[in-house]
C-alpha cells in the first residue's frame, strides 16, 4: 500500500484557506518563511504540537519557535517588556526570533517550550506566512520542515522529499530568500544571542548600541537550533577546506573551481541563501562533502554555525 503523500497547495486564497483549515485540525503544514520552509502545528493544541516531534525525529527537549502574525498577538503569550518593543519595532516582521517569559493564561502547550518557563516567538516577513498566519489566526509552532539533525528546507521540494509521507500538507511558493534560521536572541537578564542566523548580530548591537552576550557552549538547551549536530547532511563534512581531497565533493565560496559555489562573488547573502539547497545537491551524491572557508562577519556568523553543526560528530 502506497504511503499517502502531503497536499501541494498554492500561496493563493484557496490553498492558504485549506492549509489553516488542516492546522485547525490539528494537521502539520509545512509552509515557506523568509528564512526557511517551517513544519506548523496549532501551538496550542498538544496532539498537534506531539506530531511535529513524531514526524520530524525531534527531541523532545528541543523547544520550538512559535510564528505570530504581529507584536499584539506575540503579547497574548509572553511578558512583554520596553525591550522587546524596541527591538520588535527594528526588525520585526523579519528573522528575529526573540525568547520572553510565558505570560499566565498563555494556552501554549507545555510541548513547545519543552518545559521551560520561556517561549521563542517571531513574526516572520515573508507574505505567504503573514498571509496564512491572519488566515489561522493563532500561534503556530513551526521548526524547520526537515527531519531532526538534517539539512533544513529551502524549498516545497526538500520538504516533500523528508517529510511528504507524515505531514498533511506543503505550501509551496518557490524557494526561501534568506535560506538560513532566524537570529535567536534571550532578553534575560541581559541580551544574548542564543543562536546566529539571518539577521546579523551586528545589526543589532547597532540599534541596542551595546554588544550582545554570547551563547556558552556545551550548556543546557535554551531555544531552539543549539543541538551539536544539527543541520546535518548524511554525507561526513570537512571544514575550512582549501582544496577537495581524492574522493570528496567541493562547495565552494568566492572565485574557484568546485562542484558547486555558495557564492562565486563572495556575497555572504547569497551564500545563505543557497547553502542548505546546495548541501541537499552534494549530498544526494552521496560522496564526503569538504567546504571552503567562509568569513565570520555578518551572515557569514551564521552560515559557519551551521556547517559546524553538519560537520559535528554524530550520536
Known amino acids: ?52 516531534y513524531e514526524a520530524k525525529g525531534r527531541p523532545s527537549f528541543n523547544p520550538l519557535i512559535v510564528h505570530v502574525a504581529d507584536v499584539e498577538a506575540a503579547r497574548r503569550y509572553v511578558e512583554w517588556s520596553d525591550l522587546a518593543d524596541r527591538l520588535a519595532g527594528a526588525f520585526w516582521p523579519g528573522p528575529l526570533t526573540l525568547v520572553l517569559p510565558l505570560r499566565e493564561g498563555h494556552g501554549i502547550s507545555p510541548l513547545v517550550t519543552a518545559g521551560l518557563d520561556t517561549l521563542a516567538v517571531r513574526v516572520p516577513e515573508h507574505p505567504t506566512a503573514h498571509a496564512l498566519l491572519a488566515a489561522f489566526g493563532g500561534p ?46 534571550g532578553l534575560a537578564p541581559v541580551p544574548t544571542l542564543l543562536r546566529p542566523g539571518g539577521l546579523p548580530a551586528e545589526a543589532i548591537e547597532a540599534m541596542l548600541g551595546e554588544p550582545l552576550q554570547g551563547l556558552t557552549e556545551g550548556g543546557p538547551l535554551t531555544a531552539p537550533g543549539q543541538m551539536t549536530s544539527h543541520y546535518a547532511p548524511a554525507a561526513q563534512v570537512r571544514l575550512n577546506a582549501e582544496a577537495p581531497n581524492e574522493g570528496e565533493l567541493y562547495l565552494g565560496f568566492g572565485p574557484m573551481k568546485a562542484d558547486l559555489n555558495l557564492s562565486e562573488s563572495g556575497d555572504l547573502r547569497e551564500a545563505a541563501a543557497n547553502l542548505f539547497g546546495h548541501l541537499h545537491a552534494l549530498d544526494a551524491r552521496a560522496l564526503p562533502i569538504a567546504v571552503a572557508p567562509v568569513p565570520n562577519r555578518g551572515l557569514g556568523v551564521a552560515i559557519n554555525d551551521r556547517l559546524r553543526r553538519a560537520a559535528a560528530p554524530r550520536d
Open 1 to 52: 500500500m502506497t504511503a499517502p503523500t502531503a497536499e501541494i497547495l498554492s500561496p493563493d486564497s484557496t490553498g492558504l484557506a485549506r492549509a489553516a483549515a488542516l492546522l485547525a485540525e490539528g494537521g502539520l503544514v509545512a509552509f515557506p518563511t523568509e528564512t526557511v520552509y517551517g513544519l506548523g502545528a496549532d501551538a496550542r493544541n498538544g496532539t498537534a504540537v506531539a506530531g511535529i
Open 140 to 185: 503556530v509552532a513551526a521548526p524547520s520542515a526537515n527531519p531532526s539533525g538534517r539539512i533544513s528546507s529551502t524549498t516545497a521540494g526538500h520538504v516533500l522529499a523528508g517529510l511528504g509521507d507524515r505531514i498533511a500538507a506543503v505550501v509551496d511558493d518557490g524557494p526561501t530568500p534568506v535560506g538560513v534560521e532566524s537570529t535567536i536572541l
